[in-house]
């Protein structure tokens, strides 16, 4: 009876520890594809909600570098940037690195210079645990990890 009881808690304890991973991969998933559509579409209030405190400045960078040209390009399109959350790896039981493809975006360039539509870019974004929730923390600005020959 012993065994069975050893195994019966050990199937318990699995089964509630995978149960848990899925809800929170789930919900990384969800946070990272919300964050990402927002930030890529420009609009940095939605992504906001999806953020750190600590990257709100970030967002706020961001923002004060779109230029008219840019408003103007992201305008004339008839579809919106779409993103393709592609994998992610857990750095820590709080930390994930989320690897992302994004499709249709104005890609900003530097500052002071319109940025320009592109069909496809990877990203990697960092997301945290924050009292339950999956959270992006931004260190800079979203760099693409591929150039792209537009």
């Not at 069975?4 to 199937?11: E, F, K, P």
């Not at 919300?34 to 405190?53: E, G, H, I, P």
């Not at 929730?133 to 979203?142: E, G, N, Q």
Request: hydrophobic share 35%.
């Amino acid at each position: 009876m012993k065994i069975n009881c050893l195994t019966l808690l050990s199937v318990l304890l699995l089964t509630a520890c995978g149960g848990s991973r899925d809800g929170s991969e789930d919900q990384l998933q969800e946070t990272v594809d919300s964050f990402a559509v927002s930030y890529f579409n420009y609009d940095f209030n939605t992504a906001r909600r999806f953020c750190t405190d600590d990257s709100e400045k970030w967002l706020q960078f961001a923002a004060s570098n779109v230029l008219q040209e840019d408003v103007d390009i992201l305008r004339q399109q008839e579809e919106p940037a779409t993103v393709d959350v592609d994998e992610w790896d857990y750095t820590s039981d709080s930390t994930a690195s989320v690897h992302v493809c994004v499709h249709n975006y104005l890609r900003m360039d530097s500052i002071g210079k319109a940025g320009r539509m592109t069909d496809e870019g990877r990203y990697v974004l960092n997301a945290v645990l924050h009292q339950g929730k999956w959270l992006i923390r931004m260190a800079d600005l979203p760099r693409s990890g591929k150039r792209s020959h537009d």
